[in-house]
């Protein structure tokens, strides 16, 4: 369980450490987050209420809402068109309206024709058709989420007896905005002018006018301005195409040249002078019908010889006729108890003896065909012009007799090579002769003296930096060898000086043990210095030392060469 008094204590200890100022701020915190606590569970505790009516027109919003006064309905309202009651209490307030016949009328659409009165007129049926046109175009414009609300009016001509002296169908449209909503987007005024012009047989979109919550007209644009942009915007999405279709096939073409004539010593040896691409942009819808002999047999493609037959059509229906008449002939004289006009002359050879033969053989066949509906795509190219300029190789034969410079020679595109650089090029862009393609691939010898200059340039910086490499090189292993003497030299020098030292102290050492051998055969004590006696002791030491350690002694004295 936690301390509350020890909390309460640290709470005091801080408050009490803040000045008047801090104090005066947290207060003020406090009071405002204790007002918002309060407004939200005011908020959060009344009840919500719901709409009643809206787009009421001003007569009835005053009478409804001094009814609601009278029988002391509690109400709320949004400016002079919308109604807003308790939800419990709605059914009941519409009842009581009801009763005082006071349910505001909404606007009438189609539902005018769900009541037939057999005494209406042709002229008043005509007035609620336009009526029930109007109210239901305003009801659909104010479903959409930018409109609250539209009125919407349709003037019907008059009929004539001659149809160019009828004036056109019309429409007006007001619209009022919906909450939030300043304008409307030019793709949403042509969106409600195409549903108004749609919607009422007769109507065309130019006698739509539609109007904003000020009487401003939105669809009076500009339409030779609108086409003139449309064609430029056009215009330059062609454009686009065709650079793209460029930089494509200068892309390919570039790649072709890289392989032979790329980027060597004095850089690339090919330049694309010119390349332009026409396009097309004709849309062409081609039908074709092709008839086609009849397979019989089809070919097998695993065996090496052709089983192919085929037939020019196939017999699909076929009549044969044939008639055959011997005997008198008569001619049809009219009806009975009449005279004939045949004369008699004829009369006689009409009943003389005849023959009749007919024959007739109808065959029916079918051959293949095939409809071919070819819709092609909305460009192509029309034709491609290329110039593309090769230059020759330079070779490097070596330095010129003054020395200031290089010599080189040069080699030149020969015709066999600029004629297959023709051919990869033609393959490589499609290159059509029907299409008039053209393409030109010359040799032109290109100025390379800034290159031959900078590369001079840099061959004499390379080679007066190798000469002084060199001198370095030779500067630095004549010290190395004179260092070398020099070492040698003076090593030689010490080995000699300590042999001539050594050789001196031996010859006085041998000649001081012959003085003291003397002195001791003969028995005379001669007094010896300090030093001779030190150094006496000190020879006394080391023998005795390299009779007992010889191996130290042995160790000590090849220490001591090695170090000389």
Same mark, same amino acid.
């Given at each position: 369980?936690?301390?509350?008094?020890?909390?309460?204590?640290?709470?005091?200890d801080?408050?009490?450490?803040?000045?008047?100022?801090?104090?005066?701020?947290?207060? %003020?915190?406090l009071?405002?987050?204790?007002?918002?606590?309060?407004?939200v569970?005011t908020?959060? /505790?009344?009840?919500?209420?719901?709409?009643?009516y809206?787009?009421?027109e001003?007569?009835?919003f005053?009478?409804i809402?001094?009814?609601?006064?009278?029988?002391?309905?509690p109400?709320?309202?949004?400016?002079t068109?919308?109604?807003?009651?308790?939800?419990?209490?709605?059914?009941?307030?519409?009842?009581? #309206?009801?009763?005082?016949?006071?349910?505001?009328?909404?606007?009438?659409?189609?539902?005018?024709?769900?009541?037939?009165?057999?005494?209406?007129?042709?002229?008043?049926?005509?007035?609620?058709?336009?009526?029930?046109?109007s109210?239901a175009?305003?009801?659909? =414009?104010?479903?959409?989420?930018?409109?609250?609300?539209?009125?919407?009016?349709?003037?019907?001509?008059?009929?004539?007896?001659?149809? +160019?002296?009828?004036?056109?169908?019309?429409?007006?449209?007001? $619209?009022?905005?919906?909450?939030g909503?300043?304008?409307?987007?030019?793709?949403?005024?042509?969106?409600?002018?195409? =549903?108004v012009?749609?919607?009422?047989?007769?109507?065309k979109?130019?006698n739509?006018?539609?109007?904003?919550?000020?009487?401003?007209? $939105?669809?009076?644009?500009?339409?030779?301005?609108?086409?003139?942009?449309?064609?430029?915007?056009?215009?330059?999405?062609?454009?686009?195409?065709?650079?793209?279709q460029?930089?494509?096939? $200068? !892309?390919?073409?570039?790649?072709?040249?890289?392989?032979?004539?790329?980027?060597?010593?004095?850089?690339?040896?090919?330049d694309i002078v010119?390349?332009?691409v026409?396009?097309?942009?004709?849309?062409?819808e081609?039908?074709?019908? @092709?008839?086609?002999?009849?397979?019989?047999?089809?070919?097998?493609?695993?065996?090496p010889?052709?089983?192919?037959?085929?037939?020019?059509? $196939?017999?699909?229906?076929?009549?044969?006729?044939?008639?055959?008449?011997?005997?008198?002939g008569?001619?049809?004289?009219?009806?009975?108890g009449?005279?004939p006009?045949?004369?008699?002359?004829?009369?006689d050879?009409?009943?003389?003896?005849?023959e009749?033969?007919?024959?007739?053989n109808?065959?029916n066949?079918?051959f293949?065909?095939?409809?071919?509906?070819?819709?092609?795509?909305?460009?192509?190219?029309?034709?491609?012009?290329?110039a593309?300029?090769? +230059?020759?190789?330079?070779? =490097?034969?070596?330095?010129?007799?003054? /020395?200031? /410079?290089?010599?080189?020679?040069?080699?030149?595109? &020969?015709?066999?090579?600029l004629?297959?650089?023709?051919?990869?090029?033609?393959?490589?862009?499609g290159?059509?002769?029907? !299409?008039? &393609?053209?393409?030109?691939v010359?040799?032109?010898?290109?100025?390379?003296?800034?290159?031959?200059d900078?590369?001079?340039?840099?061959?004499?910086?390379?080679?007066?930096?190798?000469?002084?490499l060199?001198a370095?090189?030779?500067?630095?292993?004549?010290?190395?060898?004179?260092?070398v #003497?020099?070492?040698?030299?003076?090593?030689?020098? @010490?080995?000699?000086?300590?042999?001539?030292?050594? @050789?001196?102290?031996?010859?006085?050492?041998?000649? !001081?043990?012959?003085?003291?051998?003397?002195?001791?055969d003969?028995?005379?004590?001669?007094e010896?210095?300090?030093?001779?006696?030190?150094r006496?002791?000190?020879?006394?030491?080391?023998?005795?030392l390299?009779?007992?350690?010889?191996?130290d002694?042995?160790h000590? =004295?090849?220490?001591?060469l %090695?170090?000389?």
């Open positions: 369980m936690p301390d509350f008094n020890m909390i309460l204590k640290k709470i005091k801080v408050f009490s450490g803040l000045d008047t100022t801090k104090k005066i701020i947290l207060f %003020s915190v009071g405002v987050f204790a007002g918002a606590l309060v407004l569970a908020m959060s /505790g009344s009840e919500s209420k719901v709409v009643l809206k787009n009421l001003t007569k009835d005053a009478a809402t001094s009814k609601l006064t009278e029988m002391n309905y109400f709320s309202s949004s400016g068109q919308t109604i807003y009651v308790q939800p419990e209490k709605k059914d009941e307030i519409l009842m009581s #309206l009801a009763q005082e016949n006071l349910i505001p009328q909404g606007i009438p659409g189609w539902e005018l024709f769900d009541e037939d009165k057999w005494s209406e007129t042709q002229f008043e049926k005509d007035i609620k058709k336009r009526r029930a046109i109210g175009l305003s009801r659909t =414009l104010s479903t959409l989420k930018s409109v609250e609300n539209a009125q919407v009016s349709i003037a019907f001509p008059e009929k004539e007896l001659f149809e +160019d002296d009828v004036d056109p169908v019309t429409a007006s449209v007001i $619209l009022t905005y919906a909450p909503v300043e304008s409307m987007t030019r793709k949403e005024i042509k969106g409600i002018e195409t =549903l012009a749609r919607a009422v047989p007769g109507l979109k130019e739509v006018s539609i109007a904003g919550p000020d009487g401003e007209i $939105l669809n009076d644009f500009d339409t030779q301005y609108d086409q003139l942009q449309t064609e430029l915007k056009e215009v330059n999405e062609k454009l686009k195409i065709q650079e793209r460029r930089i494509k096939l $200068l !892309r390919d073409i570039d790649k072709s040249l890289t392989y032979s004539f790329g980027s060597g010593s004095y850089g690339t040896r090919y010119r390349l332009d026409q396009m097309r942009w004709d849309k062409e081609i039908e074709k019908k @092709e008839v086609s002999p009849v397979t019989m047999i089809p070919d097998n493609p695993e065996t010889y052709s089983e192919l037959q085929v037939k020019d059509s $196939l017999e699909v229906s076929s009549k044969k006729t044939t008639e055959s008449f011997k005997g008198h008569f001619t049809p004289e009219g009806p009975t009449t005279e006009n045949i004369p008699p002359g004829y009369k050879k009409d009943y003389q003896r005849a009749y033969d007919k024959s007739e109808i065959q066949n079918e293949n065909r095939t409809l071919r509906k070819i819709k092609k795509q909305p460009w192509e190219i029309d034709q491609i012009n290329m593309v300029i090769l +230059d020759g190789k330079w070779v =490097l034969t070596g330095e010129n007799k003054e /020395g200031t /410079g290089y010599d080189r020679k040069y080699l030149p595109v &020969d015709e066999e090579e004629r297959k650089v023709a051919d990869v090029l033609k393959n490589a862009v290159f059509s002769t029907a !299409r008039g &393609d053209s393409l030109s010359k040799h032109i010898q290109k100025d390379r003296s800034k290159e031959f900078a590369e001079d340039k840099e061959l004499r910086r390379q080679k007066t930096f190798r000469k002084m060199l370095t090189f030779i500067t630095l292993l004549a010290l190395v060898v004179a260092v #003497l020099y070492q040698v030299i003076k090593k030689e020098l @010490e080995r000699r000086r300590r042999l001539r030292e050594e @050789e001196l102290a031996a010859q006085q050492q041998m000649m !001081r043990e012959a003085a003291l051998r003397a002195i001791e003969e028995g005379v004590e001669v010896l210095s300090l030093e001779e006696r030190a006496k002791e000190m020879l006394e030491n080391a023998m005795n390299a009779k007992e350690r010889p191996e002694v042995a000590l =004295l090849r220490t001591w %090695s170090e000389e």
